[in-house]
């Protein structure tokens, strides 16, 4: 199983940019597709991004598209979100996801989250 370790969120205003970085161990990172899902308070967890192995984009949420953009580097076993233009409704606890699977809202492995609150 992957292990992951998100790192990056914090408290902004409304209309800036911040970046995540979810760190994987072991060897096998390239092997996986990733993501990164959200879950505000009284919400479910929902995926934002997907990006496949070798770093084609598969999925961004409709309310995301735009402004967020997922990326990995195999090299350095990390996937990123990048999110620009950030709004109230981005608040949440964001997690990494290894193997996700959309359709069921799971995922292989999830990091333990950190917390991103954006201000009006």
């Known amino acids: 199983q992957v292990q992951l370790e998100e790192s990056g969120g914090g408290l902004v205003q409304a209309g800036a940019s911040l970046g995540l970085s979810c760190a994987a161990s072991g060897r096998t990172f390239s092997l996986h597709p990733m993501g990164w899902a959200r879950q505000a308070p009284g919400k479910e967890r929902e995926f934002v991004a997907t990006i496949s192995t070798n770093g084609m984009v598969l999925y961004y949420a409709d309310s995301v598209k735009g402004r967020f953009t997922i990326s990995r580097d195999n090299a350095k076993n990390t996937v990123y979100l990048q999110m620009n233009n950030l709004k109230p409704e981005d608040t949440a606890v964001y997690y990494c996801?290894?193997?996700?699977?959309?359709?069921?809202?799971?995922?292989?492995?999830w990091g333990q989250g950190t917390q991103v609150t954006v201000s009006s």
């Open positions: 996801a290894a193997n996700p699977i959309l359709r069921v809202k799971k995922a292989g492995s």
